[in-house]
């Protein structure tokens, strides 16, 4: 059942990137073009995003336990670290330069764009470094 719901959480989140466009890196570019084409789209889908998670988690934590797991999987820090913001800014960097998140890079695949392919590749391949300098400290 937990595998089912997981899937379908990733459908849901699928279409609405596609059906939002931010499948489209032009789209998400555009949206940091201010002084160009600037494409304000980005900003009422982020919008509604975190309006449904805020709700969402005001619900969620009224429960006494998650449905599919022993206890609530939450961060055990709150504490802003170099690695953090390092980690930020190099999401920042690299959705700026690509048009991609993670997020929207992946139903993206389903499009067979290229650069979605190797957005995705390139990800993993720095998720796989990350892992073995973490394995090493």
Known sequence: MRLLFSYLT???FSVGISLS?????????????LAGHWDPSLAFVMGGALAVTGLGYRVLFRRAGPVFAPAFNLPDTQ???PRLLGGAALFGVGWGIAGFCPGGALPALGTFNAQAWLFVAATLIGMWIVQRVNTRQ
Do not use: Q, R
């Open 21 to 33: 466009g931010m499948i489209n890196p032009a789209k998400v570019l555009n949206f940091f073009d």
């Open 79 to 81: 504490l802003i670290n």
């Open 10 to 12: 990733g459908l849901v």
